[in-house]
């Protein structure tokens, strides 16, 4: 339970478009990166395996495996360097954090296919 004023400081940090998506999901975060003076979206994907605190401090884990190796990335949810967030298959979990995932090989990471919305099943 925050307090009053500190959640009306935060107020003007939170991001108005909500991100829609949950753990298990497969999803892209196209973040933004400066080069210079330029600027570019670069894409990361993989599977949320945590959401963790709130409010302004709220962020999640995505990992995906690159050249056999397991990546890890924690992106706050309210940064203006995260562009979008666009959702590729919900994964169907029975848990808040999918830790477990860091463990496995190969097909053993592969979650199954959510196809109805989580209250529908």
Known sequence: MQHKLLQAAEASSLRTDALEFEIGDTVDVHQRILEGDKERIQIFNG??????HGGTRENFTVRRIVAGEGVERTFPIHSPKVAKIVVKRHGKVRRAKLFF?????GKATRLTERLTKKGDE
């Open 47 to 52: 599977v949320v395996i945590a959401r963790r």
């Open 101 to 105: 995932l860091r463990d496995r090989v």
